[in-house]
């Protein structure tokens, strides 16, 4: 697979990944994930925040708190962070 492809195929999984979140309920986010000591809400910033420059971490930080759409669609827009 060719680095471009590769790109491709993660930025698709990654805006799959917000679909699946998109639509959460408040409960939801606060379920229990399979991860263990943590909620399905922290291992979705975790995914999602793991791409973020200490530079833009704030901002995405800020985001966050107005929901996970906006800093997931952010991410998810870019290739890895340099």
């Known amino acids: 697979m ?3 492809e590769a790109w491709t ?3 698709d999984q990654r805006r799959a990944l917000v ?3 998109e639509d959460l309920s408040e409960e939801e986010w ?3 994930s399979l ?3 943590w909620t399905v809400r922290q291992v979705a910033a975790h995914l999602a925040l793991q791409n973020t420059t200490w530079s833009a971490m704030p901002r995405a930080v800020l985001d966050a708190i107005g929901g996970v759409s ?3 669609a952010v991410t998810t827009s870019r ?3 340099h």
């Open 2 to 4: 060719e680095p471009g």
């Open 9 to 11: 195929a993660i930025d």
């Open 19 to 21: 679909h699946l979140l």
């Open 30 to 32: 606060r379920q229990s």
């Open 35 to 37: 991860c263990e000591g």
């Open 70 to 72: 906006s800093t997931t």
């Open 79 to 81: 290739g890895p962070a």
